[in-house]
DNA sequence: CACGCAACTACCGGTCTGCA
DNA sequence: TGCAGACCGGTAGTTGCGTG
């Protein structure tokens, strides 16, 4: 990092130029802690780095997480973004979203109105675009299949018994070895206490609570797992594990 | 009602290991 | 040899119950 970073910031001296970073998808790098360090390298290059300019454009996806007051003070201090609020879609919009993937993606007459509003109320319902895409792929694949040229409603409905886990196949596939491990026995033993689950986590890992705390917390931020608070627990607070999404849908998928 | 304690979580400094 | 990532131990903080 610091080779390549240093032939960046050459670069940006020599040329004198000043280098525009945009990060899409920030919000992945809260879950990791990531993004302070990230942000620290970039807007602080210039003292590493004298003449070095960056500047940085975030773009998050999570409306929950609130990226200024997540950040580090040392980060806080130099990144001092404006705020550009773009509401999520609208039924209409995600409509004729799909409906000019459907023209790129289908020959006419492949899939009805009907059908395309399903897909578009199932998008919705979601509130996650990929969902329909996804969706209209599947379905278009299922029709194929069953060598019809025309999308049924029950292809929709099929295809979003899958369609509706794109979030969680891909969450799962960025997760280290470890972290599936904990997933896995999540799954195994859901709606148990932080404490039960992390023993047998120590015995199949033989990994310390720390480390097994840090992963709780990440799978908890992807919202892979559901980590609240149990009420009276006997003695001071425990957590209590569980999946946030069908036990078997996850195991399929790990 | 203050206090200690159990059962956790959060954080920090540091070691170990693999890689180029 | 330097670096980054994974991991650990120690310790401080949080919470709510039991106790005198």
Sequence with gaps: FKKLFGQVTDHLVAEDE???VALDDVNYLFYDAEASDTLYSLLRAHEAHTGARIGVIVISSDPDLDVIAELDGRVQSVFRPEDVYFPSYDTEEIVA?????????FRDGVIGTEELDRVAGLTTETGDLRVGIDLLRRAGLR???RGSTEIAGEDVDAAYEKSKYVHLSRSLRGLADSERLLVDVIARSDGEQAGTVYEIFREETGLGYTRYSEIVNKLARLGIIDADYAELEGRGRSRELSLA???DAVLDRL
């Design 143 to 145: 029709a194929e299949m």
């Design 97 to 105: 979203i799909l409906r000019e993937r459907v023209k790129r993606g």
């Design 18 to 20: 000043v280098l525009v």
């Design 245 to 247: 999404y069908d036990a």
